[in-house]
């Protein structure tokens, strides 16, 4: 654990990015929980998902980074699942699609609607590739493949249009950094 702070706040301190300093430590936490979460997703057969049918309904393509793409997903077997389910897809699905401006959902109806800028480089995300990855991670969520107690999509949500205030996790990461690490 030591030494994987250390290394985090060596990347902190060495490189460039936006925010403060737990911003950028979230930032590489993330990045990590990304790939494990993909690593999550490619273990899942194709057999097993066939059949735990999302529908693309309506995709809209970006206007370059002027007006993010649009995605609209139907899912008959959510329909009037509670909110907590719905928070963790759009949760794990902040997590993989990674610029997601706003997930939207309607649990009485088994729609969720997507607004993101797809990357340019890199992995890139088509709409198709995009339902399979939210087909994956609702049929995780289902059958409590992935545990639903993540909170990205609700604190996005509480602090929309506001500052949010420090996090517990964030409060407990500064008070052990300090203590392992001497600041000169």
Do not use: C
Request: proline share 4%.
């Amino acid at each position: 654990m030591t030494n994987s702070l250390t290394t985090v706040l060596g990347k902190v301190q060495d490189g460039v990015g936006q925010g403060g300093v737990f911003d950028q430590v979230d930032k590489i936490y993330r990045k990590q929980q990304r790939i494990n979460l993909f690593e999550k997703l490619e273990t899942i057969d194709n057999q097993d998902i066939n059949d735990f049918l999302v529908v693309l309904y309506k995709s809209i393509i970006p206007n370059g980074k002027k007006q993010p793409a649009l995605l609209r997903f139907y899912l008959p077997a959510w329909k009037n699942q509670n909110e907590i389910f719905w928070q963790s897809l759009g949760d794990y699905a902040i997590l993989a699609i990674h610029r997601v401006i706003d997930i939207e959902f309607d649990s009485s109806r088994g729609r969720m609607k997507m607004t993101y800028f797809p990357k340019v480089k890199g992995r890139i995300k088509n709409p198709e590739e995009i339902r399979r990855i939210i087909q994956k991670i609702a049929y995780l969520v289902d059958t409590e493949g992935l545990p639903t107690d993540f909170t990205r999509f609700r604190r996005m949500t509480e602090r929309r249009d506001s500052l949010g205030e420090m996090s517990k996790e964030q409060a407990a990461l500064i008070g052990a950094a300090l203590k392992l690490i001497q600041i000169p």
